[in-house]
């Protein structure tokens, strides 16, 4: 079974960072992807970040493009988000979400077949 646990929530301004961790165990050894998301109240759940199958490419949306980093660590069987240039908009619940078996990446939630439990960002002005 599938186990994700995210760290790394916090409150801070408007221009600062954060990085964000998610603990997985009970992968396979491959056939699997990881993508970030996170939910806002009005907006639903969206995808952030996308780690393909291999480990060897990201995705972002639009709308953290440049500013986000996604990396996985295969060894420690974690996966980071970097976020930089934070902005108010980027509030949310930030969610790590798992598809097994994956041969790409996934942005839908509705393809996730685990999810962590979540963790809060919240940027102010």
């Known amino acids: 079974q599938v186990q994700l646990v995210e760290s790394g929530g916090d409150s801070v301004q408007a221009g600062g960072s954060l990085r964000l961790s998610c603990a997985a165990s009970?992968?396979?050894?491959?056939?699997?992807?990881l993508t970030w998301f996170r939910e806002s109240p009005g907006k639903g759940r969206e995808w952030v970040a996308a780690?393909?199958?291999?480990?060897?490419?990201?995705h972002y949306d639009d709308s953290v493009k440049d500013r986000f980093t996604a990396s996985q660590d295969h060894a420690a069987n974690r996966v980071y988000l970097q976020m930089n240039s934070l902005k108010p908009e980027d509030t949310g619940m930030y969610y790590c979400?798992?598809?097994?078996?994956?041969?790409?990446?996934?942005?839908?939630?509705?393809?996730?077949?685990?999810w962590g439990q979540g963790t809060q960002v919240t940027v102010t002005q």
């Open positions: 979400a798992a598809r097994v078996p994956c041969e790409t990446f996934f942005a839908a939630p509705n393809l996730a077949t685990a």
């Open positions: 009970g992968l396979p050894s491959s056939r699997f992807c």
């Open positions: 780690i393909s199958a291999d480990g060897l490419k990201t």
